[in-house]
């Protein structure tokens, strides 16, 4: 947010001014927004243009201009920018692109001065952050996938595929999306604005994705020492309800 003020008192004045424009840097760094994205169907860690014209103090056509005229490869483009769109004010749909770190650089390297330095360090800082996050969440769906393959296994051996007609995995899972989150699978995608064929634990943080693990551990077992469904479903709520207690 940038404030107008006018002050009268020379020195005073020049204070109160570098105060405001001080704050104001502080509030873009503060408000700067690396997500997770996928771009070429990989996932990764990208900042938009709008923000980027925000934070750096520039309007929105210029950065979108900026991009256009880039003297990169087309490879390079395919891989570190993704068009989109969004609807600005007038609820009209505008175009935006999304860009990757290195996207990013490139954009950036002539954006010259102090300001437009701090800006760079702290975007690569949270570049740097995001990026970790990125790493933990895909060490925890690798883990996740031994899971969720030792959950079908136990299921398949069971009674339970054949009673519920070859859907077992499906139905546990919506069980226990259920009991960790108050949704099912359905509703999470409705949530995440994702279609069918895009896997929802790919949209969810890390701490989520352990907590599905360790819940499909748990069934796992159960299911192997002949528990029913009725039986694993009761003891899972009653069990996490346990583990919110004491949280």
């Known amino acids: 947010m940038v404030f107008l003020c006018k002050f009268h008192g ?7 001014l570098c105060l405001i424009l001080m704050q104001n840097s502080a509030e873009r760094i503060e408000n700067m927004l690396v997500e997770v994205k996928k771009i070429s169907k990989i996932e990764m860690s990208v900042v938009s243009s709008l923000d980027v014209a925000e934070t750096f103090g520039k ?3 210029h950065v979108l201009r900026d991009i256009r005229e880039l003297h990169c490869s087309e490879e390079f483009r395919q891989s570190n920018f993704e068009q989109s769109k969004y609807m600005n004010e007038q609820n009209r749909q505008q175009p935006m692109y999304y860009m990757t770190r290195d996207g990013f650089t490139i954009l950036v390297m002539g954006y010259t001065g102090e300001k437009a330095m701090k800006f760079k360090e702290a ?12 790493q933990g969440k895909l060490i925890e769906r690798e883990k996740g996938i031994a899971v969720r393959q030792s959950l079908t296994k136990a299921l398949q051996q069971s009674a339970e595929n054949e009673r519920m007609h070859g859907h077992a995995y499906s139905i546990y899972t ?7 989150f108050g949704k099912n699978a359905k509703q999470l995608r ?4 994702i279609s069918e064929r895009e896997n929802i634990r790919d949209f969810l943080p890390e701490e989520q994705l352990k907590a599905i693990q360790s819940m499909e551990c748990l069934v796992s077992g ?10 694993i479903k009761e003891f899972i709520q009653k069990n996490n309800a346990m583990m919110q207690i004491a949280a």
């Open 10 to 16: 020379g020195r005073r004045h020049g204070e109160m």
């Open 59 to 61: 309007e929105h056509k």
């Open 123 to 134: 975007y690569i800082k949270q570049f740097n952050v995001m990026e970790k996050t990125l």
């Open 174 to 180: 919506n069980c226990i999306y259920k009991v960790l």
């Open 190 to 193: 409705k949530e995440f604005g």
């Open 222 to 231: 159960l299911v192997d020492c002949g528990w029913g469904y009725d039986q």
